[in-house]
T-cell receptor, first 113, second 114 residues
Framework: AQSVTQLDSHVSVSEGTPVLLRCNYSSSYSPSLFWYVQHPNKGLQLLLKYTSAATLVKGINGFEAEFKKSETSFHLTKPSAHMSDAAEYFCVVSNTGFQKLVFGTGTRLLVSP | DTGVSQDPRHKITKRGQNVTFRCDPISEHNRLYWYRQTLGQGPEFLTYFQNEAQLEKSRLLSDRFSAERPKGSFSTLEIQRTEQGDSAMYLC????????????FGPGTRLLVL
């Protein structure tokens, strides 16, 4: 069975500083991995996805993530945080048929001025 | 494309009552998924449909829960004899045939059982 572990429940950064949200995965086969963002009172939005192509994946709003098989990690980064980035972020793994997504427990990103 | 829509957005009910939620997927998306999200947790898979066929159900989906997608378009999720533990956000998502790995989520229905 697949699973993901988000290593931080909360991350606080100042506006303009880098963002790092950490995620480790467990899968018995080559996984498909995703990052979703959830703003208050809004639906989940896909930031980026890895499906066994390039290991460095670029997403929307300046976010990117790197798949590292040796470390079983898929950390999300952004060079410079913006106030609008404050939200809940979920690392997600999918089974091979994409029938269901398995979500981590989430990391709340707080951005201060 | 209009996004995935869900109705109602909020529902308050008393324990023991039945509730029904509706999800309208993005037009021509053949797959439709239901998830449940409790406070402080990530969403958990409940069930999914490919066209009108319900192909997988999670163990979380007890006998009190039933989902349908009668014509392969909208879907309903019914909870019978609600319990306080059913209080959660119920999320619907859909995906299209040529991009099944990308699920588009609706805003959710927040259920509170008193």
């Amino acid at each position: 069975a697949q699973s993901v572990t988000q290593l931080d429940s909360h991350v606080s950064v100042s506006e303009g500083t880098p963002v790092l949200l950490r995620c480790n995965y467990s899968s018995s086969y080559s996984p498909s991995l995703f990052w979703y963002v959830q703003h208050p009172n809004k639906g989940l939005q896909l930031l980026l996805k890895y499906t066994s192509a390039a290991t460095l994946v670029k997403g929307i709003n300046g976010f990117e993530a790197e798949f590292k098989k040796s470390e079983t990690s898929f950390h999300l980064t952004k060079p410079s945080a913006h106030m609008s980035d404050a939200a809940e972020y979920f690392c997600v793994v999918s089974n091979t048929g994409f029938q269901k997504l398995v979500f981590g427990t989430g990391t709340r990103l707080l951005v201060s001025p | 494309d209009t996004g995935v829509s869900q109705d109602p957005r909020h529902k308050i009910t008393k324990r023991g009552q039945n509730v029904t939620f509706r999800c309208d997927p993005i037009s021509e998306h053949n797959r439709l998924y239901w998830y449940r999200q409790t406070l402080g947790q990530g969403p958990e898979f409940l069930t999914y449909f490919q066209n009108e066929a319900q192909l997988e159900k999670s163990r979380l989906l007890s006998d009190r829960f039933s989902a349908e997608r009668p014509k392969g378009s909208f879907s309903t999720l019914e909870i019978q004899r609600t319990e306080q533990g059913d209080s959660a956000m119920y999320l619907c998502a859909s995906s299209r045939r040529l991009d099944q790995e990308t699920q588009y989520f609706g805003p959710g229905t927040r259920l509170l059982v008193l």
